[in-house]
């Protein structure tokens, strides 16, 4: 990077801070920004703005509710986020004359693939949590308006109920978190997961874990199926 005069300057995405924001030689002066923070907090995904703009782009905007229902489900800073390859690709699906599911279809592609090379997926797994827990554990959530801080009732609670401990102020129920809306986004889940479930199992190769018992337990069984 230091080499290239045309460049003015770099950024370095992903899911991990670099360890100590030091790990190449003589790069300094780092500016680290996460989904907390308030600057740029637009720029980790498509806006609500950018999606509407991308639905007319298509003629799609009366899709609008159920795009919004399914994939506006991250808050970064204050600004709410739509994971773009999922919207990118729903909107694919809704284009396409394609009868197959967009989630199951890339899938038997792979699969075909995998075959005609000599190779094929020896486990399907599905974890399994019922519905109604989903909906407790999401309905627990709070978030704080002012400084993006996120809590849950039973898992992270707050030292004052009802109060950001960063900044104090009131937290709220984000409308992604509503039963109302958690149940609606299950049911196309299910609708275009069930496909899935059926494909892999008429293969004979899906593993069913229960998903409601403890993490390193869930984990254990998954090592147990996959052998390791």
Avoid at 2 to 23: F, M, Q, V, Y
Avoid at 24 to 51: P, Y
Avoid at 89 to 115: G, H, T
Wanted: hydrophobic share 35%; net charge negative.
């Amino acid at each position: 990077m230091k080499t290239n005069d045309a460049l003015e300057r770099g950024i370095l995405t992903g899911c991990l801070r670099i360890s100590k924001e030091s790990i190449f030689t003589g790069l300094n002066n780092f500016t680290v920004r996460n989904i907390t923070d308030k600057e740029a907090s637009d720029c980790f995904g498509f806006t609500q703005k950018e999606i509407d703009d991308l639905l007319k782009y298509y003629d799609l905007i009366e899709k609008r509710p159920e795009i919004k229902d399914w994939y506006d489900g991250y808050l970064f800073g204050k600004t709410d986020i739509y994971n773009p390859w999922s919207a990118l690709n729903y909107i694919k699906k809704l284009l396409s004359d394609d009868q197959f599911l967009a989630i199951s279809r890339p899938v038997i592609d792979s699969d075909q693939i995998l075959e005609a090379n000599g190779e094929k997926v020896d486990f399907a797994i599905d974890i399994d949590v019922p519905d109604e827990n989903i909906v407790r554990r999401m309905g627990g959530r709070r978030a704080c308006v002012n400084c993006g801080a996120t809590y849950h009732i039973v898992y992270s609670p707050t030292k004052v109920e009802g109060k950001c401990d960063k900044c104090g102020e009131e937290l709220i129920v984000r409308d992604d978190d509503k039963p109302e809306t958690v149940l609606s986004r299950l049911e196309v889940y299910h609708n275009q997961t069930q496909p899935l479930i059926d494909y892999y199992n008429e293969q004979g190769i899906l593993k069913s874990v229960d998903g409601t018992i403890d993490m390193k337990d869930v984990f254990n069984e998954i090592v147990k199926i996959l052998g390791a």
